[in-house]
């Protein structure tokens, strides 16, 4: 068995069936295993995926009571039998081709993990979302290598796991798992981030390999008042895992720009759905300010030069400003900037949260 594709999916009988018959496709020799992991729906969902595995022995369906897209990914990995670990979204659609690329290139180079590109689309428009290279991805080795690490490693790109695949030996041995979306947020971004920090060889290319969604009930298009505890939580997660691994400092480089991304996100996240509201920013800054694990990683003494590396002066100089308000807990003037400024804080979304 090649791959194990696993769809976790929760009420989603408008659009299950097809991000199923989009994997179906794969008609190659080399065998795949669709795991879709029904996560309590009340809807109809349960019923079309039975329908669909009834066509095709291939699926395997699992009704389990309702647990969260992070443990409903775990109980696919569980049950995976593949080389390869592919994460697809119930909401999205996968181009197999693109995958086989991405398994061929796995097996040429024996990765651990291999990325692709994939096209953003809203309503019948269909952005291709580019790579910002190709090749091995690594923090010490040749200029090129090294180069596309620090183009690549604060993108939403790098976050995501449904343009990935995964070798599953390497997860097993190193024992990482996906943690509850239900306590934090950017659960992705920290599954990547375990995987980072146990040196995978990482390959990237620019082959698109997913249609994501964005024009119905995407998370960046709802309101979450919670978000700046769910961010702090995932901070907390990621801090107390690199140490428990005794990694943090030479993770540093990618956890304190993670820290100041996730800090941006979760100021002007709910202004759209809310409105300006100078209390609830000085909440959310405080929550940043006051976590100990935040505190840890701005507070080490190289923490400033993390930033050096990032691809744009303008993210450099404004995250270095976040940081230094963070660190002073200068609470009222960070929250007053970005109540401010927050019509040139839209330009950051579109720009870097893509």
């Known amino acids: 068995m090649e791959i194990s594709f696993i769809i976790p999916v929760y009420n ?12 179906r496709r794969w008609e190659r020799e080399e065998q795949i295993e669709i795991l879709i992991i029904d996560d ?44 390869y670990i592919c994460f697809a979204d119930a909401d999205d659609w996968s181009d197999t081709d693109s995958i086989y690329r991405l398994w ?18 809203n309503g019948e428009t269909r952005e291709w979302v580019h790579a910002a290279g190709e090749g091995l991805m690594k923090r010490e080795g040749t200029a090129a290598e090294t180069g596309l690490y620090h183009k690549v490693k604060t993108e939403s790109m790098f976050g995501y796991v449904w343009n990935k695949l995964y ?19 950017m659960e992705d971004f920290l599954f990547n981030m375990k995987v980072w920090s146990h040196y995978p060889v990482f390959y990237c290319m620019d082959c698109p390999v997913c249609y994501y ?53 979760s100021m002007i996240k709910n ?33 400033s030069e993390q930033l050096k590396t990032l691809p744009s002066a303008l993210q450099r100089w404004f995250y270095l400003f976040c940081m230094c ?12 900037f970005f109540y401010i400024c927050y019509p040139l804080m839209k330009r950051y979304v579109s720009a870097v949260l893509k």
């Open 12 to 23: 989603g009988e408008k659009f299950i069936r097809r991000c199923i018959r989009a994997i």
């Open 40 to 83: 309590g729906s009340v809807d109809s969902t349960g019923k079309i995926c039975d329908e669909e595995a009834a066509e095709d022995g291939r699926i395997k369906v699992y009704h389990i009571e309702n647990c969260g897209q992070g443990l409903a990914r775990n109980y696919g990995l569980r049950a995976a039998s593949g080389k």
């Open 104 to 121: 061929k290139q796995a097996e040429d180079v024996r990765a651990d993990v291999v990325m692709g590109s994939y096209y953003r689309v």
């Open 167 to 185: 070798r599953r030996q390497f997860l097993r041995e190193h024992d990482i798992w996906m943690d509850d979306i239900r306590s934090m947020n």
């Open 213 to 265: 969604v964005t024009d119905h009930a995407s998370t960046t298009r709802k309101s979450d008042p919670q978000i700046h505890t769910k961010s702090v939580n995932m901070i907390c997660s990621l801090v107390s895992y690199l140490e428990g691994e005794g990694v943090l400092e030479e993770n540093l480089d990618m956890v304190v720009p993670l820290i100041m991304r996730s800090f941006c996100w």
């Open 271 to 303: 202004i759209p759905f809310e409105g300006k509201s100078l209390r609830r920013l000085e909440e959310r800054a405080g929550t940043f300010a006051y976590a100990a694990e935040t505190e840890k990683a701005l507070g080490t003494a190289k923490a």
């Open 325 to 336: 308000a963070l660190k002073r807990k200068l609470i009222k003037i960070i929250s007053l």
